[in-house]
């Protein structure tokens, strides 16, 4: 029922930093948890970081915790991802996903962008 559509992605010199964008339609994203996962060519896709609804706290994968600060709007339908620091390591497709759910686990998502790519190059 929501459409979420990533931007932001590109090319970035280690330890510089990208804001990532997600922009919701269909339904009012208060309605979900939000979340970034993040997918690496040949690897799982990785949970980066969650923010739930109505409390908006934040839960963040070790690779991101302190580097990484996720965010929401709602008045704007959109969820953003700041990245500080950024590394080769973190050089991957960034996905934003929804869900009625508490799980950090992919499966547990029910709706999904298409993705934006971040290379990060050293």
């Known amino acids: 029922q929501v459409q979420l559509v990533e931007s932001g992605g590109g090319l970035v010199q280690a330890g510089g930093s990208r804001r990532l964008s997600c922009a919701a339609s269909?339904?009012?994203?208060?309605?979900?948890?939000m979340a970034w996962f993040r997918q690496a060519p040949g690897k799982e896709r990785e949970f980066v970081a969650r923010?739930?609804?109505?409390?908006?706290?934040?839960y963040y994968a070790n690779s991101g915790k302190g580097r990484f600060t996720i965010s929401r709007d709602d008045a704007k339908n959109t969820v953003y991802l700041q990245m500080n620091s950024l590394q080769p390591e973190d050089t991957a497709v960034y996905y934003c996903?929804?869900?009625?759910?508490?799980?950090?686990?992919?499966?547990?998502?029910?709706?999904w962008g298409q993705g934006t790519q971040v290379t990060v190059s050293s």
């Open positions: 269909g339904r009012p994203i208060s309605m979900y948890n």
């Open positions: 923010i739930n609804r109505i409390t908006s706290r934040q």
């Open positions: 996903a929804a869900t009625y759910s508490s799980a950090t686990e992919a499966s547990s998502f029910d709706y």
